[in-house]
């Protein structure tokens, strides 16, 4: 049986580097770790749909996640996802495989285990066969957006935490009714749920989310560590900082990865553009202005809290 938790906090959405060959660009993703260490996460999520997990082999996604881990060194905790097969027994591979790195939880995709038009009983029947077929193996559960988003339920979710297998959650509900339920429904289980949606952070931490797990952590993580822990003790200016993540955020819908990849060479980073799912050239002189204003912008909310 699995053991332990998952740390609390923030756990960046790591986007995949590559070099002008279209190979995984292992010595900017070194950096990157190093960057991403050294603002405060608490954790690293490897191999997620910012990674462009789906345009990635199986060994690539293996790859990728055990060389985060190894850098990583034990210094945070790092997950990793990657099963994008259709097929269950596809899956089982896949999921072996990727237990196989050490990683500290091995994330399903919620999508993967049931049809958009299937029932709960379906996934949970998929779920039972998966946990069986990988013992010994810490879960986590990502509902990614693509290629449909499957929200737990809060009784699925209890179920999930009953198993003792599953330790996080990102959540991408983006509203704090449902994840009060999920909280509830989770109740003091080692199932932490991390908020993917800036907007909403504040509300959900206040009502028991455990951490942030979301695309912004690519562009200033240090600032959600801040709120994270101070949100209690500075409650006003949570408030304030609280407003500017949430409108940053808009920038999610701009290009992403490329954006992010974009706003980590700002921070000093030697990480190419390229990606595999959408092309550089998406991000015109306009779109690069945006950034670069998010990053003039950051630098100043750093000044205010950070430094």
């Known amino acids: 049986m699995t053991t332990g938790t998952i740390a609390q906090g923030v756990w960046p959405t790591m986007v995949t580097p590559f070099t002008g060959n279209n190979e995984i660009d292992y010595a900017a993703l070194e950096q990157m770790i190093e960057w991403y260490i ?41 997950i990793a996802s990657g099963h994008i097969s259709e097929t269950i027994e596809e899956q089982i591979a896949e999921l072996n495989e990727m237990a196989g790195t050490g990683v500290r939880a091995v ?7 049931a049809a958009q038009d299937e029932p ?11 946990l069986s077929s990988v013992p010994d193996t810490a879960f986590g559960i990502y509902e990614c957006p693509y290629p449909y988003k499957r929200l737990m339920s809060p009784e699925l979710l209890r179920w999930c935490a009953d198993t003792g297998r599953f330790l996080f959650l990102k959540d991408t509900c983006c509203d704090t009714e449902q994840i009060g339920r999920k909280l509830e429904a989770a109740g003091r289980s080692r199932l932490n749920l991390y908020n993917a949606n800036s907007a909403t952070l504040l509300e959900s931490v206040r009502l028991g989310a455990h951490g942030y797990s979301g ?15 101070h949100w209690r003790d500075q409650p006003e200016k949570a408030e304030k900082l609280q407003a500017f993540l949430g409108l940053s955020s808009v920038i999610e819908c701009r290009h992403y990865p490329v954006s992010a990849k974009y706003a980590l060479a ?6 190419k553009l390229h990606t595999r799912s959408i092309g550089a050239d998406r991000l015109t002189y306009a779109s690069r202005r945006e950034v670069e204003q998010l990053y003039a912008m950051t630098g100043l909310y750093r000044e205010q809290f950070i430094l």
């Open 266 to 271: 700002l921070e000093g980073i030697p990480i």
């Open 38 to 78: 050294g603002h405060g996460v608490a954790g690293l999520f490897a191999v997620c749909q910012s990674s462009e997990m789906f345009t990635l082999s199986l060994r690539e996604r293996v790859d990728l996640a055990r060389f985060v881990q190894r850098q990583s060194a034990g210094r945070v905790q790092v």
């Open 215 to 229: 695309v912004m952590a690519n562009f200033h993580p240090d600032l959600y560590v801040w709120l994270l822990r």
């Open 107 to 113: 994330v399903l995709v919620s999508n993967r285990l």
């Open 120 to 130: 709960d009983d379906v996934w949970k029947r998929n779920a039972e066969r998966l």
